[in-house]
T-cell receptor, first 108, second 116 residues
Framework: KNEVEQSPQNLTAQEGEFITINCSYS?????LHWLQQHPGGGIVSLFM???GKKKHGRLIATINIQEKHSSLHITASHPRDSAVYIC??????????FGKGTHLIIQP | EADIYQTPRYLVIGTGKKITLECSQT?????MYWYQQDPGMELHLIHY???????EKGDLSSESTVSRIRTEHFPLTLESARPSHTSQYLC???????????????FGAGSRLTVL
């Protein structure tokens, strides 16, 4: 079974700061998902990665398949980025394994 | 526009009642999941399915059952609800986008259950 570790568990930063959230997993996968959940809200898919790097607005996600590691970056962070960010990994016939999430608070 | 639908969004019921939470998706995905999530806490897998007539129990012990008679429909049933079942239940589907071919993961809006 894949073990998924996210760090940090909690992060508080000031508006404008560059944010990095990390995700490591133990078993090779076919896809990694970054998800976002605002307080009291639903879960939204931000990225699906199988290799390399993706960018959407101020969000950048990278994955290193050899090191079994992915990072989610937020540039010019804003209070509306405050949410829980969840990493989920999947490997073909296996189901999804979720990290415990990173609780991010961006203070004005 | 949502491609995965959950009903009801909110439900308050008494102990001992039987309830079914509905989940339907229009994307033709084979993999579907039910998760339980308490406020501010992590997701716990209850059941999953890899296709029609395929269902498996997840990590979280639960007195619930699921069925997968059709690809698009994955209902969750609690035979006898208890206060400990009070939680949010999230349905998700995972598969290839029929237009882009990308692997997508989509969550429903959730069903918030309160058992009195």
């Amino acid at each position: 079974k894949n073990e998924v570790e996210q760090s940090p568990q909690n992060l508080t930063a000031q508006e404008g700061e560059f944010i990095t959230i990390n995700c490591s997993y133990s078993v090779g996968i076919s896809a990694l998902h970054w998800l976002q959940q605002h307080p009291g809200g639903g879960i939204v898919s931000l990225f699906m990665l199988s290799s390399g790097k993706k960018k959407h607005g101020r969000l950048i996600a990278t994955i290193n398949i050899q090191e079994k590691h992915s990072s989610l970056h937020i540039t010019a962070s804003h209070p509306r980025d405050s949410a829980v960010y969840i990493c989920a990994v999947g490997g073909g016939a296996d189901g999804l394994t979720f990290g415990k999430g990173t609780h991010l608070i961006i203070q004005p | 526009e949502a491609d995965i639908y959950q009903t009801p969004r909110y439900l308050v019921i008494g102990t001992g009642k039987k309830i079914t939470l509905e989940c339907s998706q229009t994307m033709g995905h084979d993999k579907m999941y039910w998760y339980q999530q308490d406020p501010g806490m992590e997701l716990h897998l209850i059941h999953y399915s890899y296709g029609v007539n395929s269902t498996e129990k997840g990590d979280l012990s639960s007195e619930s059952t699921v069925s997968r008679i059709r690809t698009e429909h994955f209902p969750l049933t609690l035979e006898s609800a208890r206060p400990s079942h009070t939680s949010q239940y999230l349905c998700a589907s995972n598969g290839l986008d029929r237009y882009s071919g990308a692997n997508v993961l989509t969550f429903g809006a959730g069903s918030r259950l309160t058992v009195l």
